[in-house]
């Protein structure tokens, strides 16, 4: 069997299962489901998700990097850190998450959301540290770099939790700008780059 017949396979097979947990998502709690339920509705044994997965958790994480990964949100140029304006990528990243935000208020009263958050803020945090390595190889920031791309992560993460779960009236564009104008201004002052 090619390799490329291989990889198909493997990504009809994640993509199944991811698929499926959303669904899941959608009918009852998060920590009421079980690999079980997952591989049940997947018509899958528990064998073939663990070949792919270590857990809910996991499948959960690969979810969140597929759709960012799908919206092409992953490394950014240095025109795209610095820009006053937000990429039409992150604007349809939040327009989507906010018609899909039962996923996140549904992992949001998980026993676990703390382990969810902190791998989604890992992910983000790699994306975020990739581009600024790359969009200034010569220039050290005045801040440890692992500081700065915490620090933004965090504060994006914090403001999107504050507006998916209080009814502020701000649209994904508002955000996306709001977003965008506090991650420029944290990385041209660490960068030192004149306004």
């Known amino acids: 069997m090619s390799e490329e ?3 198909r396979r493997v990504q009809r097979t994640r993509e199944l299962l991811r698929n499926t947990l959303v669904r899941l998502i959608r009918e009852k709690d998060y920590d009421e489901i079980t690999i079980q339920d997952i591989t049940d509705r997947a018509n899958l044994g528990r064998t073939t998700f663990y ?3 270590q857990s809910k958790d996991d499948l959960l994480l690969d979810h ?3 759709f960012t990964t799908s ?3 992953s490394q950014l140029s240095r025109e795209q850190l610095l820009s006053a304006t937000p990429q039409t990528e992150m604007i349809t990243f939040l327009h989507r998450f906010s018609e899909g935000k039962f996923i996140y208020l549904a992992i949001r009263n998980a026993k676990d959301f703390h382990v969810i958050m902190r791998g989604i803020r ?3 945090t790699g994306v975020l540290t990739t581009s600024l390595e790359a969009a200034f190889p010569d220039t050290p920031p005045t801040i440890p770099l692992p500081v700065l791309a915490t620090y933004i992560v965090g504060a994006q993460l914090a403001l999107v939790d504050w507006w998916l779960t209080n009814h502020t009236g ?3 564009q508002d955000i996306a700008a709001i977003l965008q104008q506090l991650q420029r201004a944290a990385i041209r002052d ?4 004149p306004s």
């Open 64 to 66: 969140h990097a597929d």
């Open 5 to 7: 017949k291989v990889d």
């Open 71 to 73: 919206l092409n949100l």
């Open 51 to 53: 070949l792919h997965y």
């Open 190 to 193: 660490a960068y030192r780059i």
């Open 170 to 172: 701000y649209t994904p």
């Open 122 to 124: 890992e992910q983000m």
